[in-house]
């Protein structure tokens, strides 16, 4: 099993990474606030590529980011979500919250 993971790169993209769930969610959401809140980018890209295995913990973790944003005056957009994110979207209902197409 992959480490999970949150980086920034310079370019003010987020890169998540590894496995989301209850063991790696807490620490990727207080990781990930502080990079939100520090970037001087205006709108942060969260790449989801690297992840290889996410529970509903992943899309909690993701709106709890798009609410750092907004509340650090910032955007957020999501790219890459793997298969098993999008489908958890969609049975709750947050394609559109998330801003990804179903």
Same mark, same amino acid.
């Given at each position: 099993? *992959?480490?999970?993971?949150?980086?920034?790169?310079?370019?003010?993209?987020?890169? /998540?990474?590894?496995?989301?769930?209850?063991? *790696?969610?807490?620490? /990727?959401? =207080?990781?990930?606030?502080? /990079?939100?809140?520090? +970037?001087? $980018?205006? #709108?942060?890209?969260?790449?989801? #590529?690297?992840? +290889?295995?996410?529970? *509903?913990?992943?899309?909690? @973790? /993701?709106?709890?980011?798009?609410? =750092? $944003?907004?509340?650090?005056?910032? $955007?957020?957009?999501? +790219?890459? @979500?793997?298969? =098993?994110?999008?489908?958890?979207?969609?049975?709750?209902?947050? +394609? %559109?919250?998330?801003?990804? %197409?179903?």
């Amino acid at each position: 099993m *992959s480490q999970a993971k949150v980086t920034m790169d310079t370019a003010g993209v987020l890169h /998540l990474s590894g496995v989301l769930d209850h063991s *790696s969610g807490a620490a /990727l959401r =207080d990781q990930g606030q502080a /990079l939100i809140r520090n +970037t001087h $980018a205006t #709108t942060v890209q969260v790449n989801c #590529t690297a992840v +290889t295995k996410s529970s *509903s913990v992943g899309l909690a @973790l /993701l709106l709890a980011f798009m609410r =750092d $944003a907004q509340q650090f005056g910032k $955007a957020i957009v999501l +790219t890459d @979500l793997p298969e =098993d994110m999008r489908k958890i979207a969609e049975v709750c209902g947050l +394609t %559109e919250t998330l801003g990804i %197409e179903s």
